[in-house]
């Protein structure tokens, strides 16, 4: 079972940046990394996923501006959010899929994304 735990988010003006950061404890193989979004009143979303540490994929609405990556050992990951709009104020969280398709979520860290 793999643990994880988000951090980096917070306060930020419209068109300002914030780096998220998950790290995974425990003993683990990870096969794929992600990052959901969860606005008030909205079902939890994709924003970005990374398979097997190379292949990413991003929602269409953080295209160019969101960038998912990891560290060398791939137990920690980021999610790198530039020109954030309100529309990306969210309770984002990490996730984890294990080769057998067995997955772990963080609890969440929250953006808000206002002037």
């Known amino acids: 079972q793999v643990q994880l735990v988000e951090s980096g988010g917070g306060l930020v003006q419209p068109g300002g940046s914030l780096r998220l950061s998950c790290a995974a404890s425990?003993?683990?193989?990870?096969?794929?990394r992600g990052w959901y979004r969860q606005a008030p009143g909205k079902e939890r979303e994709l924003v970005a996923t990374?398979?097997?540490?190379?292949?990413?994929t991003y929602a269409d609405s953080v295209k160019d501006r969101f960038t998912i990556s990891r560290d060398a050992n791939g137990s920690t990951w980021y999610l790198q959010m530039n020109n954030l709009k309100p529309e990306d104020t969210a309770v984002y969280y990490c996730?984890?899929?294990?080769?057998?398709?067995?997955?772990?979520w963080g609890k969440g860290t929250l953006v808000t994304v206002s002037s």
């Open positions: 996730k984890a899929r294990s080769p057998s398709a067995i997955d772990s």
């Open positions: 425990g003993r683990f193989s990870i096969y794929a």
């Open positions: 990374m398979i097997s540490g190379r292949a990413t």
